[in-house]
């Protein structure tokens, strides 16, 4: 099956440490993405990639990182300067970015920061 | 930036006919407009996409007037697992403005009531 992959479902850190979370696609798209989501908030862009070792930021980049080395992949760090990391990280990829296509996302990764 | 607005809630009923309007005064002449699905804890899900007058797919139609200022999703005979959160997205990603495309607003929450 094609699709998006995220691990791992939950995930639990302590507060200062970095956290890497995982996407993966299989739908050999160029473009992958990352959102935060809040509780009763919609999606913001955390950074976007349209290609292999290339990304930007997006509307809410500081304190996280990205990087592209393979087209499948696209991890997410959260690193212990996010001010408040406690959040829904979702990922989705698209056919590339270059043109208005339909995101598909992955289910998501809950993170939570104790 | 092209930005939308949509009710925060509805209401409907089984069997009902459900329209949904987003307003986006300043959409600019290579922007489309897309909309998702969002269940709790999971990924949006697109639903459709249109540039101008009537879009239809196997669940819903789009309705798009000629000054484009606003659109309306609607969902035929809606049933309890309609009920969700739709997001409203307009933006250009043809020149790689992937900005306003991956702008997802607060949605409206739509509950199907039996």
């Known amino acids: 099956d094609g699709g998006i992959t995220q691990s791992p479902k939950y995930l639990f850190r302590k507060e200062g440490q970095n956290v890497t979370l995982s996407c993966e696609q299989n739908l050999n798209h160029d473009a992958m993405y990352w959102y935060r989501q809040d509780p009763g908030q919609g999606l913001r862009l955390i950074y976007y990639s349209q290609i292999v070792n290339d990304f930007q930021k997006g509307d809410i980049a500081e304190g996280y990182s990205v990087s592209r080395e393979k087209k499948e992949s696209f991890p997410l760090t959260v690193t212990s300067a996010q001010k408040n990391p406690t959040a829904f990280y979702l990922c989705?990829?698209?056919?590339?970015?270059?043109?208005?296509?339909?995101?598909?996302f992955g289910p998501g990764t809950r993170l939570t920061v104790l | 930036l092209a930005k939308t607005t949509q009710p925060i809630s509805m209401d409907s009923y089984e069997g009902q006919e459900v329209n949904i309007t987003c307003s986006h005064n300043?959409?600019?002449?290579?922007?489309?407009i897309t909309w998702y699905q969002q269940f709790p804890s999971q990924g949006p899900r697109f639903i459709i996409q249109g540039y101008k007058t009537k879009v239809t797919n196997e669940v819903a139609s789009l309705f798009i007037p000629a000054d484009r200022k606003s659109s309306t999703l609607s969902l035929p005979r809606v049933s309890l697992s309609d009920t969700a959160v739709y997001y409203c997205l307009v933006g250009d990603m043809i020149r790689g403005n992937a900005g306003n495309m991956l702008t997802f607003g607060g949605g409206t929450r739509l509950m199907v009531k039996p």
């Open positions: 300043n959409i600019a002449t290579n922007d489309y």
């Open positions: 989705a990829s698209s056919i590339s970015s270059g043109r208005p296509g339909e995101q598909f």
